[in-house]
């Protein structure tokens, strides 16, 4: 029920630009691997389309949110300088990605570590400090350049986290080859799902499953006072 | 057979049957272990539990056998608040706490019509009803023994009894126009913003119109600050002021029962064609889980809004002995508006149902604060409005007076966007445009809400379920801001004064991440 439930949020605002967006981003995708383009020379179109047809989806709620908390004639520019950020981050990670795939796809016991280095990282409290921190929401100023540069840093922040938290999903991604387009939409529909989760306390666990309610708060205080009630 | 929940104030001062037989049922509930799914403590982790906090409060001790962490997780933490989720999950909750209290009773040889009584302290007709009842103070209950509706961590204003501000019982609320909140929570809808999980990472965390004011408001008043103790560390706060320990007041239950009421008395105003939402994501949500509570027996209910829209049938099978709507609309809020602008009466009516029944409107932003207030105390902070959006909005105002067949003008809505702090027991009232060295208290025309921070602590924390983004709060200055442009002010900015508005919270710190103007419509 929630992916339903999710698109009805998803298509309000600017939801439906994002997601044509990203429908885009996938033609482009289905055309270039038919074309045999995902070879390591043709990278950053690949990079790029990959970009286009994840990304959006991810941004449903902070493009929302710019969108709905920005002076209307400045939207587009908040929005802009939003996705300056976000994009310059994930191009960055690319450049790094691209000199590890280079020197993983060589030889099928670094790509095992590989693989092997990404299931852990995917069940690490690391990555799930990175989830949470994409829950959180920024003070936005509202005036001039301010603004501009208040969103500008909202959006390397979410780039960094998204990197650090779906950007060796991605990399499994590249790592597919013949199968690559599957892999992406598997790794598309987890990385979604997974984004709208409530956060969570970080801790060692399998990715995806439901929070449990005794997560307790950050609290750390001492131990009990007076007790009327049955032990 | 109808059981009738009755105002406990409506029974008659000191013991009366109905509490003196739930002051024993709540003793037999608090006598069992908190593994059981019918303890009193059991029960009240359903709304919330948090180990550190319960041992030291004396709820648990260290080695105190806690049920598995599977039923935990099913049962325990579930409370619904800054969601549309709100109102029918505290139902369901009141319902199953209910039954499971008259079974008590009931094995007792207490009567089986037993139901729990609601306290109305926005009752105009009834002279004590803002003070707590005077059997949740007594020492002890006719036979001599402990009372156990009697909670020493309910510390109020310090003073006893506890008596509630008028200001902290207000109905405001019941003027709202729809159930869900709208665009951006502007407005914020009488039940709350529209979430689809259980806690609602995928919108803002703002607080609904009846959530804030009674709701949230009376929690802080009755939980307070410990007489001399710091606002600002949940060892000295009450148990009311805090969600995870609030349901173990037995007050709680009676203040749940009236928010209960006002739901219902809400939607008996025909005339404002109030009306719960049809949409399945409430009917059937939230997404992430069922909301489940223990029964009497060793069985467990599940359900979701759809099941306890009607009341009065199985399993719930419940009625108020008051039912009507509280506030009998005098003066409808759009024809208020005109009136006062200067327009025909009867003009902004037509228009306020057009405006609510057609298509939502997108509010937008007209104004903010350069960045965080950090408030303690009585504080003030600014707010820049965009000048091309006030010019026109002020020109629609003029017009609107001018001509009463116009558009109702914009509304205009204060949000405070990211409230982070450990005060949950402060309540702040919020000014708008009172002179620098006025004392606000002359000004009650320029209050544009009273606010709780009852939760801030969970939504503060950077791994909570809303990873410390805070709570929101949104008040609806409409009316102040007409009558700054009536008083010929340019509406270049908006000044804003959080006063105190209890003794607790003249002590509380916590920062606003930014101070928004909105306009819907216009």
Known sequence: MWPRALLMVALRGPGKSLLLASAAGWIVMAWLVTDHRFQHSHFTELWLAMILAMAPPLLLREIGRLWRTSLRRLRHLTIGSFLSGYVGVWLLAGVVLSSILAWVSVDSSRIAVAVAVIAIWQCSPARQRCLNACHRTPTLRLFGTTAQWDSLRYGVATGCYCAASCGPLMFLVLLARDYHLVVMGLVAVVTTLERYLPARRPGWRLPMLRGRSIEWPDYSYGDAGSVRYAP | ?522
């Not at chain 2, 709202?176 to 529209?194: H, M, N, V």
């Not at chain 2, 259980?198 to 607080?207: A, I, L, Q, V």
């Not at chain 2, 020109?395 to 409230?419: C, Y």
């Open chain 2, 1 to 522: 057979m109808t059981r009738v929940r009755k105002d406990v104030w409506g029974l008659g001062p000191g013991w009366n049957d109905t509490l003196l037989w739930y002051a024993k049922a709540v003793r037999t509930l608090q006598s069992r272990p908190v593994t059981d799914h019918t303890s009193w403590r059991f029960l009240a982790a359903i709304h919330g539990m948090h180990p550190t906090v319960w041992r030291q409060f004396g709820i648990i001790r260290a080695n105190t056998p806690l049920p598995t962490p599977a039923l935990q997780s099913r049962f325990w933490n579930q409370c619904q608040h800054q969601s549309w989720y709100f109102l029918p999950w505290h139902r369901g909750y009141l319902a199953a706490f209910e039954e499971i209290v008259r079974e008590a009773i009931t094995t007792a040889s207490g009567p089986e019509d037993w139901a729990l009584p609601y306290w109305n302290y926005s009752d105009p007709s009834q002279p004590n009803a803002r003070i707590i009842p005077d059997a949740f103070d007594l020492p002890t209950l006719p036979d001599g023994s402990d009372n156990p509706l009697r909670v020493e961590r309910r510390f109020g204003d310090g003073t006893t009894p506890i008596e509630l501000d008028p200001s902290f019982v207000s109905l405001d609320a019941l003027e709202d126009d729809l159930f869900p909140g709208g665009d951006g929570d502007i407005p914020p809808g009488f039940g709350g913003p529209e979430t689809v999980f259980h806690h609602g990472p995928e919108s803002d965390t703002t607080n609904g119109g009846l959530e804030s004011l009674p709701h949230n408001v009376i929690h802080s008043a009755i939980g307070g600050v410990a007489p001399g103790g710091n606002p600002n560390d949940w060892r000295d706060l009450g148990l009311m002021s805090m969600p995870i320990t609030a349901a173990l007041d037995p007050i709680f239950w009676l203040h749940h029962a009236n928010i209960d009421r006002l739901w219902n008395a809400w939607l008996r105003d025909t005339q404002e064609e109030h009306v719960n939402p049809d949409e399945t994501t409430w009917l059937d949500g939230p997404a992430d889980r069922q909301f489940v509570m223990p029964r009497s027996g060793q069985g467990e209910w599940t359900f979701t809004a759809r099941d306890v829209l009607d009341r009065i049938a199985p399993p719930l099978d419940y009625r108020y002995d008051d039912e009507a709507v509280p506030v009998p609309v005098v003066e409808r809020r759009g024809d208020r508006r005109m009136r006062r602008l200067g327009a025909g009466v009867g003009a902004g009516r037509t228009r306020e149902r057009e405006d609510v029944v057609g298509s939502r409107k997108t509010p937008e932003p007209i104004g903010a604060s350069d960045g965080p207030v950090r408030v303690t105390g009585s504080t003030s902070a600014s707010i820049q409005l965009d000048t091309s959006s006030t010019r026109i909005m002020r020109g629609n105002l003029e017009r609107a007076a001018a001509a009463a067949s116009r558009p109702e003008p914009a509304r205009v809505f204060l949000k405070l966007e990211g409230i982070r702090g450990t005060s949950d027991a402060a309540i702040y009232n919020v000014y708008i445009g009172v002179p620098l060295n006025a004392d606000p208290a002359d000004h009650r025309d320029r209050l544009a809400g009273t606010i709780s921070l009852f939760g801030v602590s969970a939504a503060s924390d950077p791994n909570g379920p809303t990873a410390g983004s805070g709570i929101n709060q949104v008040l609806e200055i409409t009316e102040i801001v007409d009558a700054l442009h009536l008083s010929g002010d340019d509406l270049n900015h908006l000044d804003v004064r959080f006063v105190p508005a209890t003794a607790a919270a003249a002590g509380a710190d916590f920062s606003i991440g930014r101070l928004s103007v909105f306009k819907l419509g216009g």
